[in-house]
T-cell receptor, first 113, second 114 residues
């Protein structure tokens, strides 16, 4: 069964600090992995999308890494800001022509001043 | 450029009723996908429509259905509502196939079933 596990479930950090969120998956065959940021009461916003051949992708202060061999991804946030407080969701899609994404439960990040 | 819009934003229904939700994608986008988000299950994929055809479907009962019009606007219908259908329903649009491209989400419709 395809699964996506995210850790930690929640995280509290001080403004200006860095943090790393983890995503492990068992989706096969792998097509791509996405990271989304979802503010409370809003729809998710795409941060990065990576295919099998990509190891790293950045979007401003957000850097995602992918290790397709170990089926792990991480999202690194640099110099956190109060506006980074949100839920971060990892989504993995299988290949084969069909779009059937598998979602992680998300990591809730709180950035304190 | 206008983003994805969803109507209504909030809805209250009772068990057994049916409901129709609407999603207008970004201009020029041909794919619309629908998702259900609940505290218990998180985000789950419902279905994807591309050029008026359902391309992919998640693991939901037949009470959940949808359609897409020639202008790419999409509607989702849930019949015989159950308490467990209370959720935030999100739609997302992409220019091409949802599998490969960046998805742009709407703000969602929050449905409460009493």
């Amino acid at each position: 069964k395809n699964q996506v596990e995210q850790s930690p479930q929640s995280l509290i950090i001080l403004e200006g600090k860095n943090c790393t969120l983890q995503c492990n998956y068992t989706v096969s065959p792998f097509s791509n992995l996405r990271w989304y940021k979802q503010d409370t009461g809003r729809g998710p916003v795409s941060l990065t999308i990576m295919t099998f051949s990509e190891n790293t992708k950045s979007n401003g202060r957000y850097t995602a890494t992918l290790d397709a061999d170990t089926k792990q991804s991480s999202l690194h946030i640099t110099a956190s800001q109060l506006s980074d407080s949100a839920s971060y969701i990892c989504v993995v899609s299988a290949t084969g022509g069909s779009y059937i994404p598998t979602f992680g439960r998300g990591t809730s990040l709180i950035v304190h001043p | 450029k206008a983003g994805v819009t969803q109507t209504p934003r909030y809805l209250i229904k009772t068990r057994g009723q049916q409901v129709t939700l609407s999603c207008s994608p970004i201009s020029g986008h041909r794919s619309v996908s629908w998702y259900q988000q609940t505290p218990g299950q998180g985000l789950q994929f419902l279905f994807e429509y591309f050029s008026e055809t359902q391309r992919n479907k998640g693991n939901f009962p037949g009470r959940f259905s949808g359609r897409q019009f020639s202008n790419s606007r999409s509607e989702m219908n849930v019949s015989t509502l159950e308490l467990g259908d209370s959720a935030l329903y999100l739609c997302a649009s992409t220019r091409g196939a949802a599998l490969q491209e960046t998805q742009y989400f709407g703000p969602g419709t929050r449905l409460l079933v009493l």
